[in-house]
RNA sequence: GCGCCCUUAGCUCAGUUGGAUAGAGCAAUAGCCUUCUAAGCUAUGGGUCGGUGGUUCGAAUCCACCAGGGCGCGCCA
């Protein structure tokens, strides 16, 4: 059993706060504001004072005197209007450092168990490649499913594939114009290009064209009506671009439990409308069929739920309820994460609103896990220079080819290629969780692919230089000892290690893969700067030399469960 | 019109339950490779946290108003 550093030490605070006859919620530590005053720092007691009518300097004093006879501490000080400032002992540090490495498996995260949580993210259509617009859903969704996992929590991904609907229809009639001579129930021979450039300008044709749009409009009733040619030619389309749409995924290294669609849910939807009519909660309105979201005792304007459009058809709200219904049924989630752009947060709270009226969310906390767009230069969302959303393949093709230009010369050829792609996509991962999900960022190529300051490949170089040394050590046979935390880089490093527990808790709890991102950058700095200062291979002693190869092995753990964590692999060499 | 979000260093962005002297990277300047990978390290300069008022021991953070920007708002997804 390894309790983290922090936790052990909101023990030792919340036993002396109790002392002092004080409530214990605030008597938490965090990390020191000035790193020279102390190793960390407890805001508690100030709140408290004026409950307690006591002033909040003569408090915490008594606190500090308490703590500061025990061993784990070498100084507890008070300063300013009652911050208590609390100095580690040598001792307790590296017995916290002893207890961290020793756990393999997480590392010192703590393991909960909050039930089931799904996770919706990914969300490709049908026919259209991935573009600029499904690298943060990746990239986030992911990261998000790695910090669940690494806390013990079950977690079920499904990237809710965009396969149904009118665009289905544009695409069938679209193939029916262009190859009036294909056999009924069969798919035209077309390369991925072709499956790739015909959804965008068959959707133009129909914008421009009201008797075209009559046309998809018709392919879709067929569809959705069940018409067995229609049906074959579209799951052999559905077939063919998933399985290109995957090939995405893997180079992302995104995981999905399940690949279910739009369309998997549709035999529910007659059911569930004529449920939902009769127990009054979908109405009429204007011809169509809504379902009030609205409460009464709330200021804010709610718009209803289009639940089906005057002429019957189910619209994307109707597939999201239809969805969550489905997954209650099968899955039974405590908990559904929804990694979509922060503008359909309307989209979201109505479906939800909906689905809690018609009972089927009991149970299941619901949540859009919002993101903001990837911008181009200009502020605006991210665009080729021809005016289109770019391939997804194509930015990260271009992230993994200017790596390729950095590696060194001596690289051998074999690893050339994967070492370009682990470095790539780093950056570009790394540049992704780098800013609050919900504010956008300005995606620079230039910038992002220069892989010098705060960037994953700053990172990965600090993972491969500790495996270098670890592994010239074990061709030395120096082998690592006990740790002892002496110089002040070795102090800060420790103290760095045991904050990942920490990280992750807070960054579950607020969804914000950023948190570990920048952790991960914290980290890595701060073993770059006991590199450099202190010497490990060529320590003073076999005992110092010992010490310090056990912390660099307890660093490489810690950076390297963090970078999974965003979804980036460090390389051997780089 | 209504609603939501944003405004922090020249640029791109962080900033935990309100805490001490608001941080990082890039860019700029000055140093550091006969020692474990210089994709690195050290140091310096750079700020009216959009504006005004309020809440309190204390506000980038909470509240109100104002200015500027983005996004969304029943028959698309």
Redesign the pocket.
């Known amino acids: 059993m390894t309790a983290s550093l922090t936790r052990r030490v909101d023990e030792l605070l919340a036993g002396a706060f109790a002392a002092c006859g004080l409530p214990t919620e ?1 008597a ?1 530590a ?5 790193p ?3 190793d960390l ?1 407890c ?2 007691v ?2 408290l004072a ?1 409950a307690a009518g006591r002033n ?1 300097r003569e408090l915490a004093a008594a606190i500090a005197t308490a703590l500061g006879e025990r061993a784990e501490f070498d100084e507890v000080g008070v ?5 208590l ?1 609390l100095r580690l002992s040598a001792g307790f540090l590296a017995e916290c450092a002893a207890a961290q490495a020793s756990d393999h498996a997480h590392a010192g995260i703590e393991q909960v168990d909050t039930g089931l949580v799904m996770l919706d993210f990914g969300g490709p ?1 049908v026919a259209k490649p991935l573009h600029v617009g499904h690298l943060r859903t990746l990239v986030i969704g992911e990261s998000l499913r790695r910090i669940l996992d690494a806390q013990g929590v079950r977690t079920l991904s499904d990237t809710h594939l ?1 396969d ?4 289905m229809g544009m695409l069938l009639s679209e193939l029916r114009l262009r190859f009036p001579d294909q056999p009924p129930g069969t798919l035209p021979p077309l390369t991925e290009h072709d499956l790739q450039v015909l959804y965008p300008e068959a959707a133009a044709a129909c914008r421009a064209d009201p008797a075209r749009m009559d046309a998809a409009r018709a392919a879709t009733a067929a569809l959705q009506a069940g018409d067995p040619d229609a049906y074959k030619v579209w799951s052999e389309l559905r077939r063919i671009s998933l399985e290109a749409q995957t090939r995405d995924f893997d180079l992302l290294g995104a995981h999905f439990d399940l690949l279910l669609g ?1 369309s998997d849910v549709q035999p529910l939807i007659p059911g569930m409308i004529a449920d939902l009519r009769e127990r009054g909660i979908a109405v009429e ?4 069929l ?1 379902v009030e979201v609205a409460t009464p005792d709330e ?3 709610m ?2 739920l ?1 639940l089906a ?3 019957g ?1 189910a ?3 109707t597939t999201d309820v239809a969805t969550l219904l489905a997954r209650k049924r099968e899955h039974d989630p405590a908990r559904i994460i929804y990694v979509v752009d ?6 979201f709270e109505q479906v939800f609103r909906a689905a809690r009226r018609a009972g089927y969310a009991d149970g299941i906390e619901l949540i859009h896990a919002g993101y903001g ?1 990837v ?1 181009g230069p200009d ?3 991210y665009k080729t220079r021809e005016g289109n959303a770019a391939q997804l393949s194509d930015l990260l093709g271009d992230a993994i080819e200017r ?1 390729a230009e ?3 010369e001596t690289t051998p050829d074999a690893e050339r290629e994967t ?1 370009a792609r682990l ?1 790539g996509l780093a950056a570009v991962k790394f540049a992704d969780l ?3 999900r ?5 995606f ?1 190529a230039e ?1 992002m692919v ?6 994953g ?2 990172v990965q ?2 993972c ?2 500790i ?3 670890l592994a ?1 050590a074990a061709s030395q046979g120096a082998s690592a000892g006990p740790i002892a935390v002496t110089a002040p880089a070795e102090r800060a490093l420790v103290l760095e290690c045991a904050r990942l527990p920490d990280v992750v808790a ?1 960054a579950s709890r ?1 969804l ?1 893969p ?2 570990i991102a ?1 952790y991960v ?1 914290a980290l ?2 701060s073993f ?2 006991f ?8 320590a003073d002693t076999d005992a110092e030399r010992g010490s310090r190869l056990a912390l660099c092995a307890l660093t490489r753990m810690v950076m390297e469960k963090a970078l999974w964590l965003l979804g980036i692999a460090v390389p ?3």
Request: charged share 20%; net charge positive.
């Open positions: 605030t938490r965090s990390r020191a504001s000035r020279e005053l102390a720092q805001n508690g100030m709140p004026k909040p300063a300013g209007p009652g911050f400032n259509n965009g149904w609907g009118l665009q739009e309105s204007e011809g169509a809504i200021a804010k304007p718009p209803p289009l459009k005057s002429d058809a619209l994307y709200a922060q503008r359909q947060a309307l989209h767009t911008n502020g605006k969302p790596a950095r590696l060194p070492l470095v780098s800013s609050f919900t504010s956008g960022y300005i620079d910038r220069s892989f010098e300051g705060r960037t490949p700053y170089y600090a491969v230089r495996g270098s040394i010239k807070s607020n914000a950023n948190e920048d950058f890595a700095q770059s700067r590199y450099s200062e202190c010497p490990v291979l060529a051997e060499r780089m």
